[in-house]
């Protein structure tokens, strides 16, 4: 199939067919065909996000509706009859199934796809087609790569000059993107795509059969890459949403806007001003508090230095402080070699910091010198925590004397 530039629009005609259904029919959902093999091998799948080895049964099919990872577009969903396909991958020209159950050699089988999901791939493979041609053609920028994501799809772009993307060539080539439509009258899949004086690609993924189902694209961000060979070349990263995926950015700014709404009790063009206010305001809060805090931490090593008889361990806890509450407090101090101090902070109920660590905590951290400064996720058992350090400064003590004593 080929795509023809004209202006104001892309007209789509037949031009090349690959060799298995889903390449010749991109929209067909259904397909009935007959098993040519059955073998049975081990399949990695995901559980729980880790990789896991199971049986499985490898099925290889007279034609297959069912498009296996290819051209940057991953692999379609979909069943034999009722059995979910676990894995589809090609090799040569065959396409292995892999399922659960077995098969019989010769068994008529009806292949299902996951018309949303594959529709919604179509809609950004074709798009990514007409941003890579368009920011080629008319930006001079190459496309080396692309990544169709669950939610979003980046092009890996290359620039001669080693200057990334603008924001003003971000929304210029948005606009042009935008400008091109396709009439209902063509049919046919894609297998070569052309924008005649643009671009001709080979692609063995599965398209739309005009841009007008394409609905729309976005332009969300360009990201800077590596630079690549020279100095002066460097990708960078262009992240795009195309279809029904734009629909669904949008309505999830929408559900946004109206919880934002609803905090801020003030509507959308005030937003950015009233967080603006609320986060220099936290940032004053928070600076007035390290203040006071650390007003506090003199105050707590005065105390102590005060105290007499110095004991075997101080244990001090503030909920509301962070670590350098701790350190201030130690400097304040000064060397105490014959004090063991028990510092923490957070909230007693999670996590913390703290300048001791103990198993009972579940604290984990590094040591310097005659300091240990740990990160704890259990600060209720303290109190266990400090009685264990008690009963071994205790025990200590009376080896200490013992040894003495002989």
Not at 30 to 54: D, L, M, Y
Not at 251 to 271: C, F, I, M, V, Y
Not at 336 to 341: G, H, I, M, Y
Request: contains cysteine.
């Amino acid at each position: 199939m080929s795509i023809i530039y004209r202006p104001r629009a892309i007209y789509i005609v037949n031009f090349f067919i690959m060799i298995i259904q889903c390449q010749r029919n991109s929209f067909q959902r259904e397909f009935t065909t007959t098993v040519k093999s059955c073998q049975e091998a081990t399949t990695n799948v995901s559980v729980n996000g880790k990789k896991e080895a199971i049986k499985s049964y490898e099925i290889i099919l007279e034609d297959t509706i069912l498009f296996p990872e290819g051209g940057g577009q991953p692999s379609d969903r979909g069943w034999l009859d009722d059995e979910e396909v676990i894995k589809l991958e090609r090799r040569g020209e065959d396409v292995f199934h892999s399922v659960k159950s077995p098969f019989t050699i010769g068994q008529t089988v009806k292949q299902k796809v996951d018309w949303e999901l594959r529709f919604d791939r179509m809609q950004q493979h074709t798009g990514q087609h007409l941003v890579t041609a368009i920011a080629d053609k008319y930006f001079g920028f190459n496309t080396t790569s692309w990544w169709l994501g669950d939610n979003v799809c980046h092009i890996e772009l290359e620039s001669a000059t080693g200057n990334i993307m603008s924001e003003k060539e971000m929304k210029d080539l948005e606009k042009m993107v935008r400008t091109r439509g396709l009439p209902e009258g063509f049919k046919g899949q894609v297998r070569v795509v052309t924008i005649s004086g643009v671009e001709d690609n080979m692609c063995c993924g599965t398209h739309l059969a005009h841009l007008g189902q394409l609905q729309a694209i976005k332009l969300l961000s360009v990201e800077r890459g590596k630079a690549r060979g020279g100095k002066t070349t460097r990708s960078f990263f262009l992240y795009f949403v195309a279809g029904g995926r734009v629909l669904s950015r949008l309505q999830e700014s929408l559900d946004r806007e109206t919880k934002l709404t609803a905090l801020l009790k003030n509507g959308p063009p005030d937003h950015i001003e009233l967080v603006d206010k609320l986060q220099k305001s936290l940032k004053l809060s928070n600076k007035n508090l390290q203040s006071v805090l650390k007003s506090l931490a003199v105050m707590e090593a005065d105390r102590f230095k005060a105290m007499e008889p110095k004991p075997k361990m101080y244990s001090l806890h503030r909920k509301e402080a962070e670590a350098d509450f701790m350190s201030i407090f130690l400097s304040e101090v000064g060397d105490q070699q014959d004090v063991l101090f028990f510092l923490t902070t957070g909230d007693p109920a999670g996590s913390g910091n703290m300048v001791l660590v103990c198993e009972l905590l579940g604290g984990k951290g590094a040591g310097k010198g005659s300091r240990f400064q740990a990160k704890v996720a259990k600060l209720k058992a303290k109190p266990a925590a400090e009685e264990a350090i008690l009963k071994f400064l205790d025990s200590t003590s009376n080896e200490a004397e013992e040894l003495a004593e002989q």
